[in-house]
């Protein structure tokens, strides 16, 4: 069976590497065959293409564009291209991941060959791309693709129960599949048990100030408790200088070090067994809809993943068995949160242990494709009853 697999970013963006690249992966371990097209060359990799780039063993085409940095300019001919690599493909089934432009053209052997379409959503793209300030022409282009794109696949997964509810709202006949993010446990060091130290850690970007200012709020609290307490922030992005100067507003810049653009691999050199790890969200629609994949990356480093009650995040971490929820925007309760797993060693170092366990269980790729190649499997038949014209009921 052959797949092919379409996304709107550069094989190395994180929007493309840590969801589209690992389906792949896992239909090519269920027996599939896939082949992935993506642009060669946009701002996720500073438009210097790689033409010798490989995701082996899934097979990857880089159809030829221009290399400006207008989107507008360099989209024309990338449409013509992959258009015709997509025509000629052939596949048994197109997984169809974040509606754009650029992936939309996927529908077409739908039209064209009754090639069955599973569409990927893992957020609110659309949405993002509006709370990011970008303009409002793309914006509504990507929503058009949207919306287009979820009528007309044959069946949609979905990255979170928000979602589902959204889809089959809409679409009540439509199969859905929910698959999180995920991780692949192997790719993390297993964090050595010891005793607990006092420390508290950020990853991720930082394009807005929100993300970890309900963090920052907290720590003046925390440090007038447990003053050895010390603070990492890792990650880069636009609001980064705002956070630092909150820092030093709050006086704890003496408390936090701000590593900058940092990858997970290094990441990891900075976290040790339980360390409180953050993932503060807003309770706004596009984190209800989100899958965050920090909290599996904290999982699977043995971390002590702290998460805001929005969405699934609260199941993710098995309602304080594998991490701790508390409600969004309260630095007050976050606060105590902190400063009960600071002070109890015993608990943080049991949260550790369960969270590396779900990160290797129910959050592991290898769990996710399982269910993802039934999925997809049966998205095939159906399609073979209505060629054939069986009627099983």
């Known amino acids: 069976m052959k797949a092919l697999l379409l996304g709107s970013a550069s094989y190395k963006s994180s929007l493309t590497y840590f969801r589209l690249v690992a389906v792949g992966r896992q239909l090519i371990r269920h027996g599939w065959s896939a082949t992935m097209i993506v642009p060669s060359a ?181 440090l007038a408790v447990v003053p050895d307490t010390r603070v990492t922030i890792m990650g880069g992005g636009s609001a980064l200088d705002e956070a630092v100067n909150l820092a030093r507003a709050l006086h704890i810049d003496q408390a936090i070090t701000f590593t900058g653009w940092i990858d997970m691999v290094d990441a990891q050199t900075h976290t040790q067994f339980a360390d409180i790890a953050i993932c503060c969200q807003p309770d706004i629609p596009t984190v209800r809809a989100a899958s965050n994949l920090k909290v599996f990356q904290y999982m699977a480093m043995g971390s002590v993943p702290v998460v805001s009650d929005v969405g699934d995040l609260k199941s993710y971490v098995q309602d304080g068995k594998a991490g701790v929820a508390v409600p969004a925007g309260n630095p007050v309760i976050l606060t105590e949160a902190l400063v009960e797993l600071l002070q109890d060693t015993k608990r943080r170092s049991t949260i550790a242990v369960a969270a590396r366990k779900r990160s290797e269980t129910t959050y592991s790729w290898d769990t996710l494709g399982d269910g993802l190649d039934q999925f997809a499997t049966d998205t095939l038949q159906r399609r073979s009853r209505r060629v054939t014209g069986v009627n099983h009921g």
């Open 42 to 222: 946009d701002k996720y990799n500073h438009f210097i293409p790689d033409k010798t780039a490989s995701l082996d063993p899934i097979k990857l085409v880089q159809p030829w564009q221009l290399l400006t940095k207008s989107p507008i300019i360099n989209l024309v001919p990338y449409l013509f291209t992959s258009l015709v690599q997509i025509l000629r493909n052939r596949s048994d089934i197109i997984y169809l991941y974040k509606p754009t432009p650029i992936t939309i053209l996927g529908l077409l052997p739908k039209l064209l060959f009754r090639t069955p379409v599973i569409l990927d959503l893992d957020d609110l793209g659309s949405e993002v791309m509006r709370l990011q300030g970008q303009s409002n022409i793309q914006v509504k282009l990507v929503a058009a693709c949207e919306n287009l794109a979820l009528r007309y696949a044959s069946a949609v997964v979905v990255a979170s129960s928000y979602l589902q509810h959204m889809v089959q709202t809409r679409y009540p006949h439509k199969p859905v599949h929910i698959m999180s993010n995920g991780v692949d446990p192997g790719e993390f060091a297993l964090a050595p048990a010891a005793a607990p130290r006092n420390h508290i850690y950020y990853f991720g970007a930082i394009n807005r100030l929100g993300l970890i200012e309900e963090l920052l709020r907290a720590i003046p609290a925390t």
